[in-house]
């Protein structure tokens, strides 16, 4: 078990994934996305029994690379996932029911109704160069991944930069809005949709999922929004807007209850501002996902640097931010 409320480096987090994995095949397995421009494997945990009728919840984070208190809770996420059912499982080996605690009854039937997946970290070379921040200062505020240097010609010069986006690489109206066709740019929509080998691994991941994804959920920081689609126009819904929004409110509510977390929720444009090119919408669109939402998480929006979240803060943001997940995972497990 990793102590939470620390940040980690990926190679600790991905061994901790692979050594779950090992020691309990019955509750997850370990799955492999694809493989970074450095070569880094993106992995993450699949729970639940899969039978071909289950609905499918995918939850990650870590696209954005200085977003560390997202990667937190996602890998909190998977804590708590295997600790309520690990528990659960030495009751069953030790017939010893007395005196231990039972797993948690709410995770026990989202696991048996649902495949969960918990990718923690999308943009893993990204998460590392800004792990480089003791040597280099200005590492830590990196936000793309790390692809080798393009260039553009921005009208004084022909200037190279690393990185893209990921999360303006996707094909949902790609380079429209809200990116930028400048390599140096922190919102470098690359040089085609899914170019870069990150996001184009996990579109397929995600495509493969198709009729059985119900829910994905795509962990950011900050500003302590939850955002659905379109975001790319103002105005810009899919049909079932009104459930969306129904869920979401019900969602932002129930984190908000746990201590006193003020979120708000909405598209893109109506709460932050308009761009194309994200995941969410991508796969709200092209995968006809019911529930598809981004949540930027603590701090809100006035502070001035948010990415760097004081480590206090880290279990009660994943704990909130728990509930109100919650909230989906109810509506996909008790819709039949
Ligand atoms: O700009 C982004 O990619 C997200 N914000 S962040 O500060 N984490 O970079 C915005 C995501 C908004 N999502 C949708 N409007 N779908
Ligand atoms: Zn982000």
Same mark, same amino acid.
């Given at each position: 078990?990793?102590?939470?409320?620390?940040?980690?480096?990926?190679?600790?987090l991905?061994?901790?994934?692979?050594?779950?994995?090992?020691?309990?095949?019955?509750?997850?397995?370990?799955?492999?996305?694809?493989?970074t421009?450095?070569?880094?494997?993106?992995?993450g945990?699949?729970?639940?029994?899969?039978?071909?009728?289950?609905?499918?919840?995918?939850?990650?984070?870590?696209?954005?690379?200085?977003?560390w208190?997202?990667?937190?809770t996602?890998?909190?996420?998977?804590n708590?996932?295997?600790?309520?059912?690990?528990?659960?499982?030495e009751n069953?080996?030790?017939?010893?029911?007395?005196?231990?605690?039972?797993?948690?009854?709410?995770?026990?039937?989202?696991?048996?109704?649902?495949?969960?997946?918990?990718?923690?970290?999308?943009?893993?070379?990204g998460?590392?160069?800004?792990?480089?921040?003791?040597?280099?200062?200005?590492?830590?505020?990196?936000?793309?991944?790390?692809?080798?240097?393009?260039?553009?010609f921005?009208?004084?010069?022909?200037?190279?930069c690393?990185g893209?986006d990921?999360?303006r690489?996707?094909?949902?109206?790609?380079?429209?809005?809200?990116?930028?066709?400048?390599?140096?740019?922190?919102?470098?929509?690359?040089?085609?949709?899914?170019?870069?080998?990150?996001?184009?691994?996990?579109?397929?991941f995600?495509?493969?999922?198709? +009729? @059985?994804l119900?829910?994905?959920i795509?962990? #950011?920081?900050?500003?302590?929004?939850? /955002? !659905?689609?379109? $975001?790319?126009?103002?105005?810009?819904?899919?049909?079932?807007?009104d459930?969306?929004?129904?869920?979401?409110?019900?969602?932002?509510q129930?984190? +908000? @209850?746990?201590?006193?977390?003020?979120?708000? #929720?909405?598209?893109?444009?109506?709460? /932050? !501002?308009?761009? $194309?090119?994200?995941?969410?919408?991508?796969a709200?669109?092209?995968?006809?996902?019911?529930?598809?939402?981004?949540?930027?998480?603590?701090?809100?929006?006035?502070?001035?640097?948010g990415?760097?979240?004081d480590k206090?803060?880290l279990?009660?943001t994943?704990?909130?931010?728990?509930?109100?997940?919650?909230?989906v995972?109810?509506?996909?497990?008790?819709?039949?």
């Amino acid at each position: 078990r990793l102590r939470m409320g620390e940040y980690y480096s990926y190679s600790v987090l991905s061994t901790w994934l692979q050594r779950i994995a090992e020691n309990m095949p019955d509750i997850a397995k370990l799955i492999k996305v694809g493989t970074t421009i450095e070569g880094r494997e993106i992995l993450g945990l699949k729970f639940g029994k899969d039978t071909p009728d289950k609905k499918v919840v995918v939850i990650d984070a870590g696209i954005h690379a200085r977003e560390w208190a997202a990667i937190h809770t996602a890998s909190y996420f998977i804590n708590l996932v295997i600790f309520d059912q690990s528990s659960l499982l030495e009751n069953k080996i030790n017939f010893q029911i007395v005196n231990s605690r039972e797993g948690d009854p709410q995770i026990q039937n989202y696991l048996d109704n649902i495949v969960l997946y918990i990718i923690p970290v999308l943009n893993p070379d990204g998460y590392e160069y800004t792990r480089t921040d003791k040597t280099n200062p200005r590492a830590r505020m990196w936000r793309k991944s790390r692809s080798p240097k393009a260039c553009a010609f921005d009208g004084v010069r022909n200037s190279c930069c690393m990185g893209v986006d990921l999360n303006r690489n996707f094909d949902f109206r790609f380079s429209e809005i809200g990116a930028s066709r400048y390599p140096c740019s922190e919102i470098y929509h690359g040089p085609s949709a899914f170019s870069e080998p990150e996001s184009k691994a996990y579109s397929q991941f995600l495509a493969s999922l198709k +009729g @059985r994804l119900e829910a994905y959920i795509t962990l #950011h920081s900050y500003s302590q929004l939850w /955002i !659905y689609s379109y $975001s790319h126009r103002k105005f810009t819904y899919a049909p079932d807007i009104d459930e969306t929004r129904r869920v979401a409110a019900k969602a932002v509510q129930e984190l +908000g @209850r746990m201590y006193g977390t003020k979120y708000r #929720h909405g598209t893109g444009p109506e709460i /932050i !501002y308009a761009f $194309s090119g994200g995941s969410t919408d991508w796969a709200k669109e092209t995968l006809k996902i019911k529930y598809s939402y981004t949540i930027e998480l603590r701090p809100g929006y006035e502070e001035w640097n948010g990415f760097v979240l004081d480590k206090n803060q880290l279990i009660p943001t994943a704990k909130e931010t728990w509930a109100g997940v919650t909230v989906v995972l109810d509506e996909v497990t008790n819709q039949w």
